[in-house]
Every structure is written in structure tokens, then in C-alpha cells.
């Protein structure tokens, strides 16, 4: 088959309606590649989101220099470790809350798969929040005033436009990405020069010293450091199921961890050095007043970002749906997301901070991601060495050797999230644990949840495992 004649059945592809829900992808219907991985979650981290994010180093009052160490730093093991959970939908063709019910039981899957389905729907209001002022900001740039209304007005065009690609489903959105996020990319290469020859960066303006220093590195590399790539692990599978068998796992490994990586870092990078300049870091004052000659250019990477995130948020929205056994179609349950990611939405718009309100609501969401986390490795990579019985997964649960729910999984994510809160330390008091005050109001509530649930599964559940791993079965 020709390039052409590729790019026509592959664009014939996208605009089909996605057949698949959560069954084990066909071989033949296995024909991503990691590049196309690479552009999937490359476009879903070239977002506003993230030097926004960036930004917060600097709020918290570390230097530019300390900022941009923490987020390279933490996103190289935050993103090595997502590599590894998008390598268990390679190896198997099943998405993410499915491979759940391995470590968790046939329904007691059901408890992350709940979880994954409100997070994503709290994440599509969210990454629509952060782009509102940006664009109401850049409009102002191109004589388009306007207030309150103006937001709800582009929030939910940009919700029809994200639900209406999600309900296509992956083909829709593998395209999507490979087509736009080159263009994205060039755009920001060009707001990162004239941002570092436009603005004064200020590189060793550091505002806090000793025991406050190392809360605010905590805190950061929770919010866009480790936590960052972590925030993700529960949507990996979805996409990497997709992925040929041809391909090898260190390939999905460098394609999906890279694509993850660079723009993180990258355009955190960038929204700590705008902010270094002393120039206002609420979100619409980090972009305007640096780029305003590029308005157009500026308006569309806007817009782009929240879609090419959002589109992810509401397709494993309806695979965590389905896999929690509701029975609908997907395209409603992504319409039903979306309505609920308008809630969220309206909610962020009557917030008055951007930093409180985007700390409290990623320190929720890594206090329990992080010890399913730990369960998920520790069941997957070590007691069960990549063996995987793949119909089992979908046996009724009086019949499938994973059995109904696996208590020792529920205890040790249980007591996982009670050691994560207990040193986590958010921005108000209810997110304050009592081992972060205590050790100096730090933040290492992702370290404590995943080490403590995943070393307390290895020691409860490790004889189970080896009595229910068929040794003829293996992930290929």
C-alpha cells in the first residue's frame, strides 16, 4: 500500500464511529504505531495547562532555576513509570480499569473504576476553566471584549467540540493529534523565543529559604513534577491496547514516556520564565503580555490545548463507564461527561484563585492514583511477571480466577490512601496531614501512598497470585 493510499484509508478510519468498548483489541484492529503514540499524548500535554503550572513554581516563591530543576526531575521518574503502565496495554490489548480487576477482583475493580470515571469528568472542566481567561485575554488583544458571558460561551463550544470527537473514539483522536499537534508544537517554539528575548527573566529570585523552600519543592513536585506523570497512569492502557504487536515495548515505552515528558517540561519551563519577569501569574496575564503581537497564533494553541487534552478525558470517561459495568452506549456516556464537566467548569469560573483551586483538586486526585498505583505494579510487573490471563478478566465473577473482589487489594489501597493524606500537605486545612506538619509541611503524599499500598499488597497477596497465574499464560 502506497503513503497515500495509507493516509486515505487511515483518514476513512477516523471519521467511523470507534466499534471498540473494553473487550481485548483484535490483532487485525491493532494498528497504532509509537509514533502516533508519541503525538497522542504529546497534544494532550501542549496545553495552557501546563505553563500555567509552571507558573506555580513561582508563586510558591522558588527561583527559576529551582523551578525548572524540580519539574525536569520529577517528571523523568513520573513519566518513566507512566512508560511502564502504557507498556501493560501493549502487552495485553486491554484498557486500563479492565486490567484492574487482575489485582482487584472481578467487581472490586469497580472501586478505581469509579474513581477514573469521576476524575475524568472533574479534568474536562478543569482543562476548559484555565483556557477561558487566556482566550477572553487574547480576544481583548483583537478588539473582542467581553466578560462572564464570553466565558460560558467559549467554555461550552469547546465542550460540543470535545464531545463530539470523543465520540468517534481513538481513530478520531490518533488523527486529530497527528495532524495538529505539529502545527501546536511550531507555534510554541515560536511564543518560547519571543518569550525568552521578550521578557526579563530573572533566573536566582528565590523568596523562600530553609523549611519553606523545601515545602514549596514538595508542593510543586507533586502538582506538575512526579505527580504530574502520575495523574495519567489511569488512562495509559486505553491508547497503547491500540498498538501493534510489531512494535516492541521499549518502543511504546520511549514513544508514549517521551510524549509525556518534553512538552511538560518544556512548556513549564516556559510559564516559569514569564512568570520570572515579574509579570502577573494569573493565567491570562501569563500569555497576553508577552505575546499579544501573535493574537491569532496564540488564540488557536489556546483553544487547541483543552481539546487535544479533553478528548482523552471524555473517550477513557466512557471506557471506565463500561468497565464498572454500566450498560449504555459510549456516546452517552461521553455526553453525559460532558454535562458533568460543565458543572466542574462553572464551578472553577466562580473561584478566586487559580493556585488554590488547581492545588486542591491535584493533591485529591494523586492521594488515590498513587496507591492503586503501587497495587497495579506490584500485581502486574512483579507478583505476576507480565502473565496475564486476558479472558478471565471478563468471566462473571463467580467463574473468573481473579475472583469477585480481592480484599487484601481493597485494604492495602485503603490504608494507602490514609498514608497519602497523612503527608499530604495542600493549600487549606482538610488537605494538611498531620506527617506533612509534622515533618516540616511537606508534600510527599504520592511517595507515601504508592510504597505503602503496593509494599502491603506484595506481602498480603502474593500467595493468591502464584496460585492463580497459569503458567502457560503469558502476555505476548
Not at 478505581?112 to 479534568?123: D, H
Not at 500485581?379 to 496475564?388: A, D, H, K, Q, S
Request: proline residues 4%.
Amino acid at each position: 500500500m502506497s503513503l497515500a493510499d495509507h493516509e486515505r484509508q487511515e483518514l476513512a478510519e477516523a471519521v467511523q464511529i470507534d466499534p471498540h468498548g473494553i473487550e481485548q483489541i483484535p490483532d487485525a484492529d491493532r494498528d497504532s504505531t509509537p509514533l502516533q503514540q508519541f503525538w497522542i499524548w504529546a497534544g494532550a500535554n501542549i496545553a495552557p495547562i501546563n505553563w500555567v503550572l509552571g507558573a506555580l513554581g513561582i508563586v510558591l516563591g522558588l527561583s527559576l532555576i529551582e523551578t525548572i530543576l524540580v519539574v525536569a526531575i520529577g517528571n523523568l521518574a513520573g513519566c518513566a513509570l507512566f512508560g511502564l503502565f502504557c507498556v501493560m496495554g501493549h502487552r495485553t490489548g486491554v484498557n486500563q480499569m479492565v486490567l484492574s480487576r487482575s489485582a482487584f477482583g472481578r467487581r472490586g475493580a469497580y472501586v478505581p473504576g469509579v474513581a477514573q470515571l469521576l476524575l475524568t469528568m472533574g479534568w474536562v472542566g478543569v482543562n476548559t476553566w484555565v483556557v477561558l481567561d487566556l482566550s477572553l485575554g487574547v480576544l481583548d488583544e483583537l478588539g473582542i471584549s467581553g466578560g462572564t458571558g464570553l466565558k460560558y460561551v467559549i467554555g461550552f463550544l469547546l465542550m460540543a467540540t470535545q464531545a463530539a470527537i470523543a465520540i468517534y473514539g481513538f481513530y478520531l483522536i490518533r488523527t486529530f493529534e497527528k495532524y495538529t499537534v505539529p502545527v501546536a508544537a511550531l507555534i510554541m517554539v515560536v511564543m518560547s523565543v519571543l518569550a525568552w528575548t521578550k521578557s526579563d527573566v530573572t533566573w536566582n529570585n528565590s523568596t523562600v529559604h530553609g523549611a519553606d523552600k523545601l515545602t514549596s519543592i514538595s508542593q510543586l513536585l507533586t502538582a506538575i513534577g512526579i505527580g504530574w506523570g502520575i495523574s495519567w497512569f489511569t488512562y495509559s492502557s486505553d491508547y497503547t491496547r491500540f498498538v501493534s504487536r510489531k512494535y516492541t515495548d521499549r518502543q511504546v515505552f520511549w514513544g508514549t514516556s517521551l510524549g509525556m515528558f518534553i512538552p511538560t517540561v518544556w512548556l513549564a519551563g516556559l510559564g516559569a520564565s514569564i512568570a520570572s519577569s515579574g509579570s502577573e501569574t494569573d493565567p491570562s496575564q501569563l500569555v497576553v503580555t508577552v505575546f499579544g503581537g501573535m493574537s491569532i497564533p496564540v488564540l488557536l494553541l489556546i483553544m487547541h490545548g483543552p481539546i487535544a487534552t479533553n478528548i482523552l478525558n471524555l473517550y477513557s470517561c466512557s471506557l471506565a463507564a463500561l468497565s464498572i459495568g454500566l450498560r449504555a452506549a459510549r456516546w452517552k456516556v461521553t455526553a453525559a461527561a460532558a454535562v458533568v464537566g460543565s458543572g466542574v467548569l462553572v464551578a472553577f469560573i466562580q473561584s478566586d484563585s487559580f493556585a488554590t483551586s488547581f492545588d486542591n483538586w491535584i493533591v485529591s486526585i494523586i492521594v488515590w492514583i498513587s496507591p492503586w498505583a503501587g497495587i497495579t505494579l506490584v500485581e502486574f510487573f512483579i507478583l505476576r511477571r507480565g502473565r496475564v490471563d486476558v479472558p478471565a478478566l471478563y468471566e462473571p465473577p463467580d467463574r473468573s480466577i481473579y475472583g469477585d473482589i480481592n480484599w487484601p487489594a481493597i485494604v492495602a489501597l485503603v490504608l494507602g490512601l490514609a498514608a497519602g493524606w497523612a503527608w499530604e500537605y495542600g493549600l487549606v486545612g482538610p488537605l494538611q496531614g498531620p506527617i506533612a506538619k509534622a515533618l516540616g509541611n511537606t508534600d510527599f503524599s504520592w511517595a507515601a501512598g504508592m510504597f505503602v499500598a503496593g509494599g502491603l499488597y506484595w506481602v498480603l497477596a502474593r500467595h493468591r497470585v502464584r496460585g492463580t497465574t497459569p503458567e502457560s499464560v503469558a502476555a505476548p
